[in-house]
């Protein structure tokens, strides 16, 4: 046969040729020439507001190394590239010195944005910014930046991907130790590479089918072609696929963990609450139905996020307001990733061998069916998304307290319980022991293995790109350009994950969460 030896040199050069024609659609949508929003220079204060030690102006755009001569008083020469020079700052119609700084020049493309750009590192007292600001605003062609400004010139410039957008926007935001390990792994390029990874393979499954398509007639192409798209394109679906099973980890992490609090009134819900986040964020009263709005409040537990609240005691309510309360606390018991149900053990049988059936039926009423898992993940699922907490544990005499949690650990099928006592604090620590663990298992450890999916758009993007390879798997045997397009769909799809291929609504949502400065 015509190209047995030669083959794969052959292949790679012509196919390569052939298919860009066929390939236009793909690639005239992901060119990023010139930037969308405009060319100026801009400026603004990247240091947090408000008195600080040292306040950072960022300026960038063609007019930077104007604006720096102008202001730092360089006539002759522009400072050495990246390097820090102490310099008179004043204004630039007046003179008038504004203060002493450090200036720097950052030529393009080697900058963040990957223009010309320049930093004013200056005092950090209001008045001084204000007048370098002013400054910075009275000369022609130089404008205030808007949010995020930078970082999409950095983006349009090719320097970022909107994954690596995504992890810096994220990184600005993190609250915790876990989410900026997160964050920082994905803003390094991590989901970047193995998203590109999965475009570049798909790019050659489609060049290979076109060439298929194109040669096959004039037995110009070896049979096995196909066979080997077949096994590249099931095993990409099957990464994929794998990426999606995660269990939300990545996004919880970067959200925060949904931990509720519920269970009869006066159990001591909004004492658990107060007892977690060590002030009276909630009201607490002997009165049965003190709670009814929803009280929210975020924690870091051992360097997770969780947003924890604290809602309505369950029982027929009242009044109308009160049984609005149930509702509202019964819906976040749905919508919840973690589930807090105290239970007073004033309450519980003094009979410990009763207590675990006393606890099930406890569980059956206050819980709705959905959270304790769905049926076919069994007790498993129950067992991830609840904790017991047995609170007023200083109300049970000792000997009681061991009988029973003597009976719990042999009693299977319930979820992990602890004695507590909000008021005095005993039993605390081990259930912050169990509390942490439980959310550690549901973010997922953001240091090992494969970066995290982090994002609802990454999700619905990579659902598309695997019902896309599911078309390709439909129509390979009846009609191979379908089955082609099913690829170019999938391809399409990571494509605006990476921000190959972009909507600018989207890069405005992305980018309207960054800070004016970033
Ligand atoms: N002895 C003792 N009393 C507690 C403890 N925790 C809460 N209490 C008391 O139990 C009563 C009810 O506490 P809350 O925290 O308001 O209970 P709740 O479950 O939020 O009640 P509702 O919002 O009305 O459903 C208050 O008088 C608390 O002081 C505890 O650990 N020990
Ligand atoms: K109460
Ligand atoms: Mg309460």
Redesign the pocket.
């Known amino acids: 046969m015509f190209l047995s030896t030669s083959w794969g040199l052959w292949r790679s050069t012509f196919i390569t040729l052939k298919t860009l024609s066929r390939l236009a659609p793909v690639r005239r949508l992901c060119i990023p020439t010139d930037a969308v929003c405009d060319a100026g220079t801009i400026f603004a204060l990247s240091s947090g507001h408000g008195r600080c030690g040292v306040a950072v102006v960022r300026i960038s755009g063609p007019a930077s190394s104007l604006v720096l001569r102008n202001m730092a008083g360089l006539t002759q020469t522009l400072p050495p590239p990246r390097t820090a020079l102490l310099r008179k700052i004043t204004d630039p119609h007046t003179k008038e010195l504004l203060d002493r700084g450090l200036v720097f020049w950052f030529p393009g493309p080697h900058s963040f944005t990957g223009e010309d750009s320049a930093e004013f590192h200056v005092h950090g007292g209001p008045a001084v910014i204000t007048a370098v600001l002013q400054g910075l605003g009275s000369l022609k062609g130089v404008r205030p930046a808007e949010a995020g400004e930078f970082t999409r010139r950095a983006f349009h410039a090719g320097k970022l991907g909107l994954t690596e957008v995504e992890g810096l926007g994220d990184l600005i935001h993190a609250e915790t130790e876990a989410q900026r390990r997160q964050a920082l792994r994905q803003m390094d390029g991590e989901l970047e590479r193995l998203y590109k990874d999965w475009s570049s393979r798909l790019k050659r499954c489609l060049a290979h089918v076109e060439a298929f398509i194109d040669f096959s007639e004039d037995e110009l192409i070896e049979e096995g072609v196909l066979n080997q798209v077949d096994r590249s394109v099931q095993r990409l679906q099957t990464e994929i696929e794998n990426h999606l099973r995660d269990k939300r980890r990545g996004e919880r992490l970067r959200s925060g963990v949904q931990v509720v609090i519920t269970g009869v009134?006066?159990a001591g819900k909004?004492s658990l609450l107060n007892t977690l986040c060590q002030r009276p964020a909630a009201i607490?009263?002997?009165?049965?139905g003190?709670t009814r709005d929803v009280v929210e409040t975020s924690l870091d537990i051992g360097g997770f996020p969780v947003l924890l609240s604290d809602t309505a005691g369950l029982r027929d309510g009242l009044d109308s307001v009160e049984k609005e309360g149930v509702r509202r606390a019964r819906e976040r018991v749905e919508q919840s990733d973690l589930t807090l149900v105290v239970v007073d053990s004033t309450q519980l049988p003094p009979d410990p061998q009763q207590v675990p059936a006393f606890l099930q039926g406890y569980l059956d009423s206050v819980l709705p069916k959905p959270s304790r898992g769905h049926p076919e993940e069994g007790t498993e699922a129950a067992a991830d998304s609840v904790l017991l907490v047995l609170n007023k544990s200083d109300l049970v005499p000792e000997v009681q307290k061991e009988r029973t949690e003597r009976e719990l650990r042999e009693s299977l099928g319930l979820p992990p319980a602890c004695f507590l006592s909000c008021h005095t604090t005993t039993g605390l620590g081990d259930f912050l022991t169990l509390l942490q663990s439980r959310v550690k298992t549901l973010c997922g450890d953001p240091l090992s293995g494969a970066p995290s999916l982090t994002q609802a758009r990454h999700r619905a993007h990579l659902q598309q790109s695997v019902q896309a390879l599911s078309l390709y798997h439909q129509y390979k045997n009846q009609d191979l350009a379908l089955a082609a397009e099913g690829v170019r769909l999938a391809l399409t799809h990571i494509g605006r994950i990476t921000g190959r291929i972009w909507a600018e609504d989207i890069l405005d949502i992305i980018f309207r969460d960054f800070c004016i400065g970033k």
Request: aromatic residues 0%; charged residues 0%.
């Open positions: 009134t006066n909004s607490v009263s002997p009165i049965a003190t």
